[in-house]
């Protein structure tokens, strides 16, 4: 045998290992002879053939580089002829809850539900579950002694919307109230969004909030003339304190405080939402004075909210004089904040882009920003359409007689959205149904004034339904716990839950009632919340604002006289 063959020459020796394979070309010419590792009795020619085959590739190991390429070929002729052009499409199905199918739900849903007469309506039966064994009643008192000298004015500008702008009011007369100054009526920006130009007295009675809080803090309409000299009677020109968010009062006594006393004269801007709400009892007394006792709504506005509540009662008297109210958020300025994606196609798209660019010059676009709408749709931050509305409040019981208050501004391709929860709820009623073109002429090109009046029917309503957060709801919730002993017969929805719903194909109207039936009993079950130590006191006024009484104890007191 050849020193270099690899192969053993027959069965009936054991050789030793050969040893590795020398590559210099000065072996390469080594070849078999006659009788060679290629020519050895027993092979037949194809054996032979592919054992030189091996050879070659062997000594040629930059093939080896090509193999795999080679046999990925190989295997696509074996499998048959391949077209090269073609890219293979690899589809992702949406994950559940990211896209908006409520239509096709409420197609397949609409005839079971229309049929389903199998229970009571739920506004018979809402407060059923009423708190127990004691009452909250308000107990904020007003002080009866004088004030002491004043430390000087302080003028704060409030900006955002109506409650918003409550926000920075009520925020105000407790500073002011613990500096011991006088606080000027704040004056209120004009913002692009909400484009109104109301002042403070548009929408307060501004008269009444200053002789409510007489013996706890002056409130005056301007600032003194003596004083505006000093700055060439521009407030512009007066010190602004630039306050973080949610600053402690104890920041105002050591800032504030000092360069008030040294001016006589401070400004505050922007202030919204400038106060901590873990504030000392002082402190939230005069909050909580300012809320639900001295901000009461301008003479028209509560004539037109009061007239309105007392129609939708007089259409409901069939059902008690029931009627519940919905904050529905789909204006179009809120379809485009979201980044969600509806059913609008091409057009919508081009709507949303126009008017994120209109209110938010370019925040949405910059370089980088990544919007993912299901993402946004699962974690049950996209504002509920009104057919959303619809299926949500008839899957909880609510039947098609229910009458139902819808407080909004202009929704968003209302002709087309509208129609399914007007089909569902055929007794919904607006401000602009119920009051005359005449009556709201003063209020009709003023957000804020339209908002105050949607504000007071929502509050006597008997069931109130927050459809997406913010101030307006938050406020209101509040302000029925202070009205209604302590509770607050107020929907709001799991939008995480209701996105896995509306976006279920396979689920059947008795299924999808008995969760969403679920879903308003757990928040019945609720009945008062009382304020945690970060809570808003606006949205949750007891203990702060209330006192807790024993109900045996209130009977035997009014029995006793």
């Known amino acids: 045998m050849h020193p270099y063959n690899r192969l053993p020459s027959s ?26 590792r290629f020519n050895q009795p027993g092979r037949t020619l194809i054996q032979r053939i592919v054992w030189h085959l091996l050879s070659v590739l062997i000594r040629r190991q ?37 896209v908006y199918r409520s239509p096709q739900l409420y197609a397949k849903l609409r005839p079971e539900m229309d049929a389903d007469n199998s229970s009571a309506d739920a506004i018979s039966t809402v407060w059923k579950h009423s708190y127990k064994g004691a009452e909250w009643r308000p107990c904020v008192n007003k002080s009866s002694g004088g004030l002491a000298e004043s430390n000087g004015y302080i003028y704060i500008e409030a900006n955002g919307g109506l409650n918003q702008q409550r926000t920075s009011i009520c925020n105000a007369v407790a500073v002011a109230g613990y500096l011991n100054a006088t606080l000027v009526i704040p004056n209120f920006h004009y913002h692009s969004i909400w484009r109104d130009p109301s002042k403070f007295r548009d929408i307060y009675d501004e008269d009444y909030f200053i002789s409510m809080l007489e013996n706890d803090v002056r409130v005056v309409n301007k600032v003194p003339e003596y004083l505006m000299e000093r700055f060439d009677y521009n407030l512009t020109n007066v010190y602004n304190f630039r306050i973080k968010a949610w600053s402690p009062i104890l920041y105002y006594k050591d800032a504030v405080l000092p360069r008030l006393l040294e001016e006589k004269v401070i400004r505050i801007s922007p202030f919204a939402n400038r106060l901590s709400f873990d504030s ?38 069939n059902y008690g004089g029931k009627y519940i109210s919905v904050h529905l958020r789909f204006e179009e300025d809120m379809v485009a904040f979201s980044c969600c994606v509806f059913d609008g196609g091409e057009q919508e798209n081009e709507d949303m882009k126009a008017a994120r660019e209109r209110g938010w010059r370019g925040k949405f676009s910059k370089p980088g920003r990544v919007i993912r709408p299901g993402a946004i749709r699962i974690n049950g931050k996209c504002p509920l359409t009104p057919l959303e509305v619809g299926l949500m409040l008839r899957g909880m019981g609510f039947d098609k007689n229910t009458f139902i208050y819808l407080a909004s501004g202009k929704i968003y391709n209302a002709e087309k959205t509208m129609a399914p929860l007007l089909e569902m709820f055929p007794n919904l009623q607006t401000k602009e149904m119920l009051a005359s073109d005449e009556e709201l002429a003063p209020f009709k090109n003023f ?54 719903l509306f976006d279920n194909p396979k689920i059947g109207w008795k299924t999808f009632k008995r969760q969403l039936l679920g879903m308003r009993s757990h928040g019945d079950s609720k009945g008062f919340e009382l304020k945690r130590p970060n809570d808003s006191i606006y949205t949750f006024p007891c203990p702060d604002c209330m006192c807790r009484s024993n109900k045996t104890e209130d009977s035997r007191a009014s029995s006793a006289t």
């Open 447 to 500: 957000s804020s004034r339209m908002a105050a009046t949607d504000y007071t029917v929502c509050l006597h309503s008997e069931v109130f339904v927050t459809t997406q957060g913010g101030n307006f709801p938050h406020f209101l919730m509040g302000h029925r716990r202070y009205l209604y002993g302590g509770h607050s017969k107020t929907i709001r929805p799991d939008k995480r839950k209701l996105a896995l």
């Open 280 to 317: 000392p009892p002082a402190v939230q007394r005069l909050r909580c004075l300012a809320n639900y006792e001295a901000l009461r709504f301008s003479s028209p506005i509560l004539t037109l909210g009061e007239t309105l509540v007392a129609r939708m009662k007089e259409r409901s008297a």
């Open 62 to 98: 930059g093939f080896f580089l090509f193999a795999p390429l080679l046999y990925i070929s190989g295997m696509l002729l074996y499998m048959g002829s391949v077209s090269f052009e073609v890219v293979p499409i690899i589809s992702h199905r949406p994950a559940p809850g990211s």
């Open 11 to 36: 069965g009936h020796n054991s050789p030793s290992p050969p040893p590795s394979p020398l590559r210099s070309p000065r072996f390469r010419h080594s070849r078999s002879k006659a009788g060679g």
